[in-house]
């Protein structure tokens, strides 16, 4: 399975961005797909995850309320709006897919693969 996000960049505090990740070489609809953000010197925490159907989320709680994650699994992609975003939102950005499990992990160990991340820089 190769993940491959994109949509990140430079944006003011209180504006938008659409993060994209398009899946292949595996079958998405079966997959739980994750978001996790990486800033500079610090662990890579979670973010959002979403079950393979779409019907159930999970949101870190620094998150909720502010970004959503959804999913399309025609197009094989899974995606994170972030909005009203802070200064401290500023990361690489991951996503990641659950094979195997099933369940809607907030832990790194939860996901067998991972993309190469995006970088989100939120000015203040």
């Known amino acids: 399975v190769q993940l491959q996000a994109s949509g990140g960049g430079l944006v003011p505090a209180g504006g938008s961005l659409r993060l994209s990740c398009a899946a292949s070489?595996?079958?998405?609809?079966?997959?739980?797909m994750g978001w996790f953000r990486q800033a500079p010197g610090k662990e890579r925490d979670f973010v959002a995850t979403?079950?393979?159907?779409?019907?159930?989320?999970i949101y870190a709680d620094s998150v909720k309320g502010r970004f959503t994650i959804s999913r399309d699994n025609a197009k094989n992609t899974v995606y994170l709006q972030m909005n009203s975003l802070k200064p401290d939102d500023t990361a690489v950005y991951y996503c990641?897919?659950?094979?195997?499990?099933?369940?809607?992990?907030?832990?790194?160990?939860?996901?067998?693969?991972w993309g190469q991340g995006t970088l989100v820089t939120v000015s203040s």
């Open positions: 070489g595996g079958t998405f609809s079966t997959y739980v």
């Open positions: 990641a897919a659950d094979r195997d499990s099933g369940f809607l992990s907030p832990r790194t160990y939860g996901y067998e693969y």
């Open positions: 979403i079950s393979y159907r779409g019907r159930s989320t």
